[in-house]
């Protein structure tokens, strides 16, 4: 697949006649801009493009045609010390588009590895490695119902050394040729080699590159403007026949019953958890300062049935950390601006910077156990969870993290003695509620969906920690000697 | 005033007598968590104190016996690259809670002034500045519902000496002590007095500061407990009792009618404007790429009649600039947590970085104009607001932002024209809505707050302008004029 090269399809005679087809065909683009906003269509646009090809005038046009109260404009600038202590794509994760909303990228992902490979920083698995990851974001963003535009304006050779010399002459320009001192020192060949490679590896079906001769600026525009106008409009004609295009995933076969491996009898006694955890202690409080000083990031996931006692063990693991060090997030239903964004969205934008310590007290499994039982995720969007799941955790590890996650299990039995206890401690009445009781009706979805989350994210990067609760000592310790041998490895 | 040394009331005999005490005190916390949540109230406790009292354990033990998932804790580290761009509270306005939560601050915005004067790093006047803006926030944020508690943790000087070598022997808390190495080099006393004086400057009525004694830890755990239980308590009753409590405020009387010496009848030819135009734009471009070198932002705020020309005005405006420089941002009704939190917060939370320009289309302004003659604030909120526009408009310019505000004007006969002309044209159709037809009928209402805004916030500092908009090529270029004219000052 090659890139689409896009040109407006008419003929332009005058400045009036130019006027007045922007003025029609604006109407247009903003009538769909308006239709996607009613569908809750999240708009990505990627605007790229050689120096003085005019891409900063396309960003202020965009501005002018379209409804600006819904469109945001992201500039490219090298990351910041915030941005670099995080994996590449949670800039762009803080930036995404909520539904009915434009995110126009005058610079974007791409820019960053682009630069690197023309500079030689950056070595090819890496590169390989990038593209890859960017590959699967903007597939994520599109089965997730965003459209994607990524538009490249191209000059050939002579027209823009043309302009590069006609900037120069000119005072008033001259200040924002530096910002491209990047870009010298390279031939227009050897950037077209690097860009040629890069839309090579990122032009998909789910997202084609668009190529818009930027030679003649009038043509210009208004090739964008129709190539803009037609792609709303295909993704409104699509969503007009998504209903009968249901998308199958192959189901894998024989699922092994992870749970059923969790030897539950596992108990411990009192001396020894009072010794166990003191001597875990002190050690994962060395240790985790030790990591702080190293830059390493550490994210643990606990998740378990209701009453398995996550809150309980989470509690014990933090008087291990110094408060400086750690954040504890408690995950609960999505709302307000959460449920208008990718479900990932509200966990990429709070993962831990270089060197400190996130625990999840429920997490991003929310959506192939919680959300696949009760049906608040389709199947195809629980389905293709598990990749999008691996992936994310795949860049939180290449990004220097480590990761753990904890499924904490207890029997049915064990479940019904502590919620009983639950109802007679009058401090622990607010944690038992009418859902938990309806949540164990539905044991046995549930560990049809736990042994499948099990199957299928249990990782070499990002493995799962299967604990007996049943005795909460016992889980309490082994939690503990689980983070405190992770941790020795940093 | 001085600070309020807070004392547990009981007495301490055994470790089962603290554990008892504790079970029983922190259901009563807890309960009162849950009340100031159901009255939506934010919750801002800043803990400090001495190396060694104890802060990373009173964290931890807040978490555990508060309901955690209303709580965030935020540690304090030096201020980033992207903070530093911005005025000193710009971090904190992103990290306070919104209603029914709590925001825990182990360091806070007292952390910096402090090392600071400590180390000579701030000049007298710079530092009692600081500490004004504290008091103002506090104060703000105090008036708008939110409950402060501030404590500090002290230990006398015997004891932290004793605290430190014993934490120097043990491995295990090694690590941490040398976080504390910027406190080195100063004595016991040197420290004390530093402290005194900022704990003087900025204990109010509105937040005032509780001491806690540190040396003994069962007894300082209690303390904290009961001092929370107290304050929540107190807040809870000051709740009931508010409607009896009506704030007034002074009116000002006799403000001039800024409106009436606006010459409407100014009008520019259309060559003179092509021209003038031109030239603005040429040295906006120019000015705006030597203030982002100069690393100052711009901030612009446009507010105006219905149909005054905003939008078009923004248009000509943005078209002088180059894309990566700025940003501008349209202010519609608040909506989900916007909603929830101080109505300052959406626009501190999205000032320009510094070398950067945000131009705002409608702004906080909205809370002295639609905000007041739609009754969406009560009188004491928009009476109030214009010191806390002041406020932030000083802190903005004060870090070295350039403000600028314009009213566009026009008469009534030239709003009900254009918007006769909008209901004609079908791609401005969408512009015009009943809110706009209803506003009009309000337009002495509206007149009498724009008066009064212009009144009390025209600042040497942000100053306003207003512009005869009834020519638009006269306003459009009037506008320009003042931008280059302010630009050419950095």
Redesign the interface.
């Known amino acids: 697949m090659t890139a689409i090269n896009y040109q407006f399809s008419g003929e332009i005679d005058s400045k009036k006649q130019y006027a007045e087809i922007i003025?029609k065909e604006?109407?247009e683009l903003?009538m769909r801009q308006?239709k996607l906003r009613d569908h809750n269509v999240p708009v990505i646009i990627v605007l790229s493009g050689m120096i003085s090809a005019g891409?900063?005038?396309i960003?202020?046009l965009l501005?002018?045609w379209m409804?600006?109260?819904f469109i945001?404009?992201h500039?490219h600038r090298p990351r910041?010390?915030?941005e670099l202590g995080r994996p590449y794509f949670w800039k762009y994760w803080r930036r995404l588009p909520g539904q009915g909303e434009t995110g126009l990228f005058?610079g974007s992902w791409y820019t960053e590895p682009w630069f690197k490979s023309l500079n030689g920083d950056i070595s090819e698995k890496e590169y390989l490695s990038r593209m890859s990851d960017i590959r699967k974001f903007e597939e994520m963003m599109a089965a997730d119902g965003t459209l994607i535009v990524k538009i490249r304006l191209v000059l050939d050779q002579k027209e823009q050394e043309k302009r590069l010399k006609a900037s120069k002459s000119r005072?008033?320009?001259s200040?924002?040729m530096s910002?491209d001192d990047m870009n010298a020192g390279f031939s227009f060949q050897k950037k077209m080699e690097h860009t040629d490679r890069m839309i090579a590896l990122s032009h998909t079906e789910a997202s084609p590159w668009h190529f818009v001769d930027a030679g003649n600026s009038r043509y210009r525009n208004l090739s964008v403007l129709q190539l803009l106008i037609e792609c709303f409009e295909r993704h409104l004609q699509k969503l007009q026949n998504a209903n009968g295009n249901m998308v199958t995933y192959e189901r894998p076969l024989g699922i092994p019953n992870h749970l059923a491996t969790v030897d539950l009898g596992k108990t411990l006694d009192r001396s020894l958890y009072t010794e166990l955890q003191k001597k875990y202690r002190?050690?994962i409080?060395?240790r985790a300062?030790?990591s702080h000083?190293k830059e390493k990031s550490v994210i643990l996931v606990f998740e378990g049935a209701d009453a398995a006692g996550k809150g309980g063990t989470i509690?014990r693991l933090?008087?291990a950390l110094?408060?400086?060090?750690y954040?504890?997030i408690?995950i609960?239903a999505p709302k307000?601006?959460e449920k208008t964004t990718h479900y990932l969205h509200r966990f990429w934008t709070r993962i831990p910077r270089a060197g400190f310590i996130t625990i999840y007290?429920r997490s991003w499994y929310g959506r192939v156990l919680v959300e696949r039982v009760e049906g608040f995720a389709s199947e195809a969007e629980w389905q293709r969870a598990y990749d999008e799941i691996n992936q994310f955790e795949k860049e939180l590890t290449d990004s220097g993290s480590i990761v753990l996650k904890f499924w904490l299990e207890i029997s049915p039995d064990e479940q019904l003695s502590r919620f009983r206890a639950r109802e007679q401690t009058?401090?622990k009445n607010?944690k038992i509620t009418d859902d938990d009781w309806r949540n164990r009706e539905k044991r046995s979805a549930y560990d049809e969906a736990v042994n499948e989350m099990a199957e299928r994210t249990n990782t070499d990067y990002a493995p799962w920690h299967f604990i007996p609760s049943e005795d909460k000592k016992f889980a309490r310790v082994e939690v503990l000697k689980i983070v405190n041998k992770a941790l020795k490895r940093i």
Not at 322 to 325: E, I, K, N, S, T
């Open positions: 003025e604006r109407m903003l308006f891409k900063s005038e960003v202020n501005n002018e409804d600006t109260r945001e404009t500039v910041t010390e915030e005058l005072p008033a320009y200040w924002r910002e002190q050690s409080y060395k300062w030790k000083r509690r933090i008087r110094d408060a400086r060090l954040r504890v408690q609960a307000g601006r007290d009058e401090y607010y």
